[in-house]
């Protein structure tokens, strides 16, 4: 239902064009689908977009036991919050960019020289195969991984900012441990930051768009991917501690932890008394001592 019964005319659609309970609704499903591009995929393909508005959408009105249907201009709305998503976290890096990888903005030759050098070397864009490092804690000796300060400034400014409305305390199985995906959106973002250093000046009219990211985007992917299969306990324990940490950081409680599993050894000697068992002939000796 629309604000006062009316259809608006002309310009974008917008959640504050429906009456204030469908507004909240609205602007609910916009904050999930906002959690998707952060931790499932950046940039979904328009099938994928239309899926995720539909899942969404059911999503809020089920919680809101209300039904109501999902129009095109409802998931134009929707999904729309793409752009907003990978625009916010690109906002929180760039602020800290200049400082963090040692960029000069006096405007002078040598400077442009300086930056110039420092974008290259961050991207290490001579390499046949490249390996950049400005993910790493220290760059120069390429130093723990996905580590570099601009990386957890991020996640904590983007997702865990305002405790009780933080979408990575909200939706925490989202974000607990860190995925795979949300780390190489942020790699992604810094290296769109870093680009608008790539002529020796900063360029703001570089856009970070799907276009000119996503297969930049899927390359870092890949290299968290190859990072994390290493091995996959540790790094699962890393990025676990990355979110820990975050949310620490930012006043909420911290999740309970799951209870602890039986452990590998433990597990390893029941598996074969149950095996013996098995095997053993049936005998009446359940009230029996060993």
């Known amino acids: 239902p629309f604000r006062d019964g009316k259809v608006p005319e002309g310009g974008k659609p917008k959640a504050g064009d429906y009456e204030p ?29 239309n899926a995720w508005a539909t899942r969404v959408w059911t999503s809020v009105c089920t919680g809101a036991q209300v039904s109501y249907k999902l129009t095109d201009r409802l998931e134009r709305i929707i999904t729309d919050r793409g752009s907003h998503a990978r625009g916010e976290v690109r906002d929180k890096i760039r602020p800290h960019i200049e400082k963090n990888y040692g960029f000069i903005d006096d405007g002078s030759e040598r400077a442009k020289l300086h930056n110039i050098a420092t974008y290259h070397r961050l991207l290490d864009s001579e390499a046949p195969n490249p390996d950049p490092i400005f993910v790493y804690k220290n760059p120069e000796t390429r130093y723990k991984y996905a580590h570099n300060t601009i990386i957890l ?138």
């Open 21 to 49: 309970g469908a507004s909240r609704l609205i602007l609910r499903a916009c904050r999930e689908y906002e959690v998707l591009i952060a931790t499932e995929n950046p940039f979904p393909d328009p099938a994928m977009q």
């Open 153 to 290: 400034k991020a996640i904590k400014e983007t997702w865990f900012a305002d405790p009780s409305l933080a979408p990575a305390i909200k939706y925490a199985s989202q974000f607990s441990p860190i995925r795979d995906v949300t780390l190489a959106l942020l790699f992604t973002a810094v290296e769109h930051c870093l680009d608008q250093w790539a002529e020796g000046s900063l360029n703001k009219n570089l856009m970070f768009t799907q276009k000119a990211y996503e297969t930049k985007y899927n390359i870092h992917l890949q290299h968290v991917r190859d990072w994390i299969n290493l091995a996959p306990e540790s790094a699962e324990t890393i990025r676990q501690r990355m979110y820990d940490r975050a949310r620490k950081a930012s006043g909420a409680t911290p999740l309970v932890a799951r209870p602890a599993g039986l452990s590998e050894e433990t597990r390893e000697r029941l598996r074969m008394e149950l095996a013996a068992q098995a095997a053993a002939p049936d005998s009446d000796d359940e009230g029996g001592q060993a």
